[in-house]
């Protein structure tokens, strides 16, 4: 059996999944220290308190491409 979980869309600050160009500017304000990492935490991919540029141009390509919505997990058993 496989259940549906929620995605974490990378730089989709407000959770509405979808990644706007003000969403992809607070992280880059975030890498520039002018706002705190808190701003826009689903950007902060591997969850180290900071926002990388790689990180930046995965919200980038998020914005361009569009979220998955869900993601499928394969339940144990």
């Known amino acids: 059996p496989t259940a549906t979980l929620p995605a974490i ?9 979808a990644v706007t160009v ?3 500017a ?3 304000n975030v ?12 950007t902060d ?3 180290d308190g ?5 990180e930046i141009l995965t919200a980038i ?3 361009l491409l569009g979220c998955r919505q869900t993601a499928e ?5």
């Open 45 to 47: 991919v591997d969850g």
């Open 50 to 54: 900071q926002i990388t540029v790689d």
């Open 26 to 28: 607070i992280g880059v």
């Open 31 to 42: 890498v520039l220290g002018s706002r705190p990492v808190t701003d826009c935490e689903p």
């Open 61 to 63: 390509e998020r914005a």
């Open 9 to 17: 869309c990378v730089g989709d600050c407000d959770g509405d999944g």
């Open 22 to 24: 003000d969403e992809v």
């Open 73 to 77: 997990a394969s339940a144990p058993g």
